[in-house]
Every structure is written in structure tokens, then in C-alpha cells.
């Protein structure tokens, strides 16, 4: 069978290898991993790549996601990452089983959608730590958990931090101490077990790997790390994994000798920047079907090192393949690893066609 182009190669096996060799690494701490689907937009070989590979719960920050992952038949625990919106708190107890909350309006809302569904809902508090993206300031985490622990319908489970992904904090024993003292501060307010700590994302697996991860830590929201293998502090690959999980193909469509350096008065380009160009000469190019609309044309690496991304526009991807090792026509396909913010929007855009190879 033959199939389009532009089109994303999923190799689900793979995937549920990876996932095996970083969640075992979870589990020898005592930890608990919540998978997260989205980077593919919760592909169903993907789902069942990360229940395969031992998957304790599977997490995702849409709903219309979590439907899906629904839909494959698992019979894991559901969570929701991103802070709910209040005017979807039905929806969010309809569809998962757990949420992360930073608001006490919001755990309101969802204690009475849970009331009103004769459901019992899970959730984790979130504190910042110090990477100032979602979370209560820890002087407030006693307050926000003393008035969740009153409300019908919730169970408190413990408490979560995110970090590394909006002010780039790394985790350390530090943070995750302080993390510790806030959840031991609203135990000794509250009566509550809080047994659970969600010590972060796939960030936090080199302080794991290092031993120095304290042992109270016992849950992890992984997506990054088992997907593609990588090491999220400086995407180098990750011990135990393979890289070669996804795999994009687009189709050379124009193959011409041009300067490296437009001619003519230059202003802003079609997204309102102004780019600086490297004179190399006149070099061929080719342009792939493939655009800004579909993926971060940045985040794409040839699998021919000899090829060079130069950038794009909404539709096209401007390739420098002067130096490719390999032949290049028109027609032919080429080959990239997508790094995260690639595939993320690889994952969403409808344009690109998603295919699963299995090994």
C-alpha cells in the first residue's frame, strides 16, 4: 500500500519500549508514571504503546483528547493536566478521573459537577516551586487545600509542581523539598493523607537517574522522555530509550539552483518578522509540501545530514540540499525526526496524513 505525503510514521513498539524502560526506572523509586498522550494528540497506537509499556494512568490536556483515549478501551485512570476552565468543569469530571487545580472557584465548580453526576472526582493541588507557570504560591497551598478538603464529591490526593517548561527551572533536591514541606504543612492543617506527590514532568528523570530524588516524590507525568527518547534539559537521548519513534515524510516539490540571499528592498515576511539571511551562494534548493501550518519547521532534522533546514512559509519547506549525501529529485521523499514542538503540531494538523508501522 502506498501512501501521501506529507505523513507522519508511528512506530507504536517502539514507543512501547521506550515507555517499559522509563517507567521501570519510576517504579524502582516507588513512583507512579501518568503517560501523557498529547504530543500525538492521543493517536490510539500511541495509547496503547504507553498501556503496553506499563502506563499507571494516562494524562492529556484536552478533553476532546481524553474522549479518545477514552475510546481505545483502557481501563486506566484518566487525568487532566492543564487547569481546568471553569465554564468546563462538567466536562472535565465526565471525562476524567483526575485533575491538576491551582483554584479553589474552580475545585468549587467541580465539586458540584461531581455532586450533580453522582461522580466522586480526584485532584492534585498544584504548587510553584519556582518555574512560574501554573500552581499557588506555597504560602497559599494551606488555604487552597484546607477549603478543597470541605467540598462534597473531591478527593484531595496530594499535591503536584510543574517545572522546566515555562521559566525552564530545573528540578532539584531543593524544590522538591520545598514541595515536601508545603505538602507536610497542609497534612498538619488539614488531617489529610495527601499521599500523593507529582513531582513534574519528563524534566525531573535526571534527578531521578542521579539517586538524589527524594523518596516522598512518587508520581511523574512523563511524555517527552518516552515518546522520543530524549533527555528534556538538553534533548540529548535518554539511557534505555531509541529516537527513531516518529518519523515525517514530505515530498520535494520544486528542486532549483538559487541564491542563498533574496533580491530586492526586504521587509517584514508573511508572519512579521524580518530574517537575516547567510550568503552560501548559489546552492540548490528544494521545497517540500510541507508547512508552518503543519509543524515548527525548526524542530524538523533531516535524516540526510548533508540537508539543510533554511525555513518556510505557511505551505512550504525550504530545504538547502546542496550537500546531501544522497541523490535528491523531484518527487522523492524526504525523511525528518521531528523534535517535540514539531510532532506536537505534526500531531494536530489534519494535513499531515498519520500512519502506524508496525516492526
Not at 478501551?73 to 465554564?87: D, E, K, N
Not at 485533575?99 to 475545585?107: E, P, V, W, Y
Not at 516524590?217 to 527513531?244: K, Y
Amino acid at each position: 500500500m502506498s501512501f501521501g505525503t506529507p505523513r507522519l510514521e508511528i512506530h507504536p513498539d517502539r514507543i512501547a519500549a521506550n515507555a517499559w524502560s522509563v517507567i521501570q526506572t519510576c517504579h524502582a523509586h516507588g513512583a507512579q508514571v501518568a503517560c501523557v498522550t498529547k504530543v500525538t494528540c492521543a493517536h490510539p497506537a500511541v495509547v496503547q504503546a504507553l498501556e503496553q509499556g506499563g502506563a499507571d494512568m494516562l494524562a492529556d490536556s484536552r478533553i476532546p483528547n481524553l474522549e479518545a483515549v477514552a475510546g481505545t478501551g483502557t481501563r486506566l485512570p484518566l487525568m487532566l493536566l492543564r487547569i481546568p476552565a471553569p465554564s468546563q468543569a462538567m466536562d472535565v469530571v465526565r471525562h476524567a478521573d483526575l485533575s491538576l487545580n491551582s483554584s479553589l472557584q474552580t475545585l468549587q465548580l467541580l465539586s458540584e459537577a461531581a455532586e450533580f453526576l453522582h461522580k466522586r472526582h480526584q485532584a492534585i493541588v498544584m504548587v510553584d516551586v519556582g518555574d512560574l507557570r501554573e500552581g499557588v504560591w506555597p504560602d497559599r497551598a494551606v488555604e487552597v487545600v484546607k477549603g478543597a478538603a470541605r467540598l462534597p464529591g473531591l478527593e484531595i490526593l496530594g499535591l503536584g509542581c510543574n517545572l522546566a517548561c515555562y521559566g525552564g527551572v530545573i528540578p532539584s533536591v531543593e524544590n522538591m523539598n520545598a514541595l515536601i514541606a508545603v505538602r507536610d504543612a497542609c497534612r498538619k492543617a488539614t488531617g489529610l493523607d495527601l499521599a500523593v506527590l507529582s513531582g513534574g514532568n519528563s524534566s525531573s528523570l535526571p534527578l531521578l537517574a542521579s539517586g538524589r530524588m527524594p523518596k516522598e516524590i512518587n508520581h511523574f507525568r512523563l511524555g517527552e522522555s518516552i515518546v522520543l527518547g530524549r533527555n528534556v534539559l538538553d534533548r540529548s537521548p535518554w539511557p534505555g530509550t531509541r529516537q527513531d519513534t516518529l518519523r515525517l515524510l514530505a515530498e520535494v516539490v520544486e528542486l532549483e539552483r538559487k541564491p542563498s540571499v533574496p533580491i530586492g528592498d526586504r521587509g517584514q515576511n508573511a508572519f512579521g518578522e524580518t530574517t537575516e539571511f547567510e550568503d552560501r551562494g548559489v546552492r540548490l534548493r528544494a521545497i517540500c509540501n510541507l508547512g508552518r501550518q503543519d509543524a515548527v519547521l525548526d524542530g524538523l532534522e533531516p535524516e540526510d545530514e548533508g540537508i539543510i533546514v533554511v525555513g518556510g512559509s505557511s505551505d512550504h519547506l525550504i530545504l538547502d540540499v546542496e550537500d546531501a549525501r544522497g541523490r535528491v529529485s523531484l518527487g522523492q521523499e524526504l525523511a525528518f525526526r521531528p523534535g517535540y514542538g514539531a510532532l506536537l503540531a505534526l500531531a494536530t494538523s489534519p494535513y499531515v496524513q498519520k500512519v502506524v508501522v508496525k516492526d
